[in-house]
């Protein structure tokens, strides 16, 4: 699913439905269904058996299924909102605890526990409302299921022994017919909470779909696509805009116009404003959301022309904030590259990212790193995050401030490693420090959402004055809104 899924969707819901509901479908899959087809069964053949043995009787047996079908009827519609209800609340209350358990340093941090707790307790309480609710359908259906036949056996019971007292009917026949209807009594009392466990199920069903039936990321064949002329090899933006697809209608796109080449080989330093689209243009490189307008080509070969897997296998990426898997810290790093990659690349990798530090760990390359790699600090989970990007050695790189959590004297010697990748890489670096835009041959500056202006670091400096006044280290007092 593309990433515009994932900006809508909250994880708690996902997680929900990916356990709490496939496990109420497996469980009905398992019991309830098999239950239904028997009983369901039972109560057919056993109807039959009635009328055949005394069809007056059969049909004072019978005489309350009309008001059961119809109260089953109305007892479905009004059950299955309610378990959508409480399956919903239970998605959202597994986003407070995720969130609560991945932002523990920040709650802990500020004293929030209290109001995380009430929060919890809140949505809890109200999950259990509902499911009050529930208990109370369920218990009002039931009561029906099991009164009506109830009365309807002693009715037959009573009728029956008026024919049996006036000769008309056999006191063995009245007996077989009692028995019949007797073992029919769990079979329809089981279908109170056998409908409820199916309306649970139905829900879920419902629910699981809702995400299944996305729209995936249509996988473009890589056939009939062949490199354009020489002038537009390396990485090219041509004319490209971008809108988020939650934008509102009439909004300014955030990207509008784009036009940029990166030449093989070269390295470009991507400048702008806090909010001016940088790290979204570079976004658009691996197809992670997917143009408004416009095209974007590698070596002349539009990238909507290469599956996902060949476009990714060409393009690495590093964003900002880096995510680490709870794996060793080798295969964390290994996962920038496909399955060729060794031992030696990994040592490559890590030296290039100045991230010799994981040797000093326990078990080395094969230490485990916690949940998010909170058990590292900022700089070293961003120096694995950047030696993910470059183990694979791909043919372009795309960095999104890489060096932000870095020391001065960490970021000199990754720059300096960093220099040697640079040189056989067509790369976009996004840049907010000097230093950082110091490692490219040219400096793109984005503003508006366009490209304002192109040119070297000295070149801008001297002739553009708001890329002079980004560089300054003084603070725009007015940055825009988008992403």
């Not at 056998?194 to 779909?209: D, K, N």
């Amino acid at each position: 699913l593309p990433v515009a899924f994932h900006d809508r969707w909250a994880s708690g819901q996902l997680l929900s439905r990916g356990t709490t509901d496939l496990m109420l479908l497996r469980m009905f899959l398992a019991f309830p269904l098999t239950f239904l087809l028997v009983n369901g069964v039972t109560i057919v053949v056993g109807v039959v058996i009635m009328l055949l043995q005394d069809w007056t009787l059969g049909l004072v047996v019978l005489g309350p299924a009309v008001p059961v079908m119809v109260t089953c009827v109305i007892f479905e519609k009004r059950y299955a909102k309610v378990a959508r209800l409480a399956q919903d609340q239970v998605g959202d209350l597994t986003t407070v605890v995720e969130e609560s358990v991945l932002g523990i340093r920040i709650i802990k941090g500020f004293g929030r526990h209290r109001s995380q707790a009430r929060a919890f307790r809140e949505l809890s309480g109200t999950l259990r409302g509902t499911e009050l609710r529930k208990a109370r359908l369920l218990a009002t259906i039931w009561g029906v299921i099991v009164t009506l036949p109830e009365v309807a056996i002693g009715a037959a019971l009573v009728v029956g022994v008026v024919q049996v007292a006036d000769g008309g009917l056999s006191a063995g026949t009245l007996v077989a017919f009692l028995s019949t209807a007797l073992a029919l009594r769990w079979p329809v009392e089981s279908i109170g909470f056998l409908l409820a466990m199916s309306q649970e199920a139905a829900t879920a069903t419902e629910r699981y779909f809702e995400v299944m039936d996305e729209e995936v990321e249509g996988a473009a064949p890589v056939a009939g696509a062949s490199p354009a002329g020489g002038g537009d090899r390396g990485l090219r933006f041509h004319g490209v805009t971008f809108r988020y697809p939650d934008a509102p209608p009439g909004s300014p796109p955030v990207l509008d116009e784009v036009d940029l080449h990166i030449r093989p080989g070269e390295s470009m330093a991507l400048v702008g404003a806090t909010g001016s689209g940088k790290t979204t243009l570079t976004a658009l490189i691996p197809r992670l959301y997917e143009l408004t307008s416009g095209r974007i080509t590698l070596d002349g070969v539009d990238i909507t022309t290469l599956s996902r897997q060949a476009l990714r296998a060409k393009v690495a990426v590093a964003f900002e904030e880096p995510t680490l898997f709870s794996a060793p810290v080798g295969d964390n790093v290994l996962m920038g590259a496909d399955g060729a990659a060794g031992a030696a690349d990994l040592e490559r990798a890590l030296s290039v990212a100045q991230a010799d530090f994981v040797y000093a760990l326990p078990q080395g390359t094969d230490t485990q790193v916690g949940e998010q790699g909170l058990s590292l600090s900022g700089g070293q989970r961003q120096r694995l995050a950047l030696a993910r990007a470059v183990v694979g050695q791909p043919e372009f790189l795309v960095l999104d401030d890489p060096l932000s959590a870095l020391d001065v004297h960490t970021e000199a010697a990754v720059e300096a490693a960093l220099r040697h990748v640079l040189a056989d890489t067509t790369a976009l670096i996004v840049a907010h420090r000097p230093s950082t835009v110091l490692l490219a041959d040219r400096v793109a500056l984005l503003s508006g959402g366009r490209i304002a202006a192109v040119g070297t670091h000295h070149e801008l400096l001297r002739t553009n004055a708001e890329y002079a006044h980004l560089m300054s280290g003084e603070q725009s007092g007015e940055e825009e809104g988008a992403r």
